[in-house]
């Protein structure tokens, strides 16, 4: 059975920190491609960033660029997002996205979702 289980979301004032953490069950989690995408009431999910099966290449939005860090343990089998000068605009439900085999994507799945509040 395929999981994805975020965790590390909360409460953060503007400046903060968060590290995201998100656990991989059911599936070679090592051929899998993994993303981070966040959403908003009444917005469509948006890409956050994302790391290739091997982590040699990340990617990140303009909105996040230099702030976020997406990262991955294949040991642990969990994709990291370590997200740093946070602000209110930051303030979303976390979700964590695998999908693969490789590129052939033929697979996909999503977590549950955690929910990140930025606010004083």
């Known amino acids: 059975q395929v999981q994805l289980v975020e965790s590390g979301g909360g409460l953060v004032e503007p400046g903060g920190s968060l590290r995201l953490s998100c656990l991989a069950s059911g599936f070679t989690f090592d051929m899998f491609n993994m993303k981070w995408y966040r959403q908003t009431p009444g917005k469509e999910r948006e890409f956050v960033a994302g790391?290739?099966?091997?982590?040699?290449?990340?990617r990140y939005s303009d909105s996040v660029e230099g702030r976020f860090t997406i990262s991955r343990d294949s040991a642990k089998r969990t994709v990291y997002l370590q997200m740093n000068s946070l602000n209110p605009d930051d303030t979303a439900v976390y979700y964590c996205?695998?999908?693969?085999?490789?590129?052939?994507?033929?697979?996909?799945?999503w977590g549950q979702g955690t929910q990140v509040t930025v606010s004083s």
């Open positions: 790391i290739i099966h091997n982590g040699r290449i990340t």
């Open positions: 996205h695998a999908a693969g085999p490789y590129s052939y994507n033929t697979h996909t799945y």
